[in-house]
């Protein structure tokens, strides 16, 4: 009987054994993707912001409100989000006339 506890416990510290290694591969594995994402190239250039900037990029913001387009139709306005940027209508599309455009730049710039 003390054989078989032995097995037993020699193949239940190879089971945490295994699940331990593969929890590191996870966990190197995830390291390994935030050191690639966090390595930018060297220079001055900028990015569009989602969310807080990387490490080393400053936030810039402006935007232009009531921009003036023939139309409020979609063939002139697509409304899209760019991470923390946008495209958007001036109140609901058509409201104001041709007063029709909004755009939201938020930038990380180094």
Known sequence: KAHANTKAS?????AKSHANTK???AQRTANDAITKANNWQSGNYCIFANGACPSGFSRHEGYLKAISLY???S???KQSTFGSSKIKCHGD???YGHWTGELYLQICCK
């Not at 020699?10 to 190879?14: L, V, W």
């Open 71 to 73: 139309s409020g139709s």
């Open 10 to 14: 020699q193949a239940e510290h190879a």
């Open 75 to 77: 063939s002139y306005i």
């Open 23 to 25: 929890a590191n591969q």
């Open 93 to 95: 599309c058509g409201q």
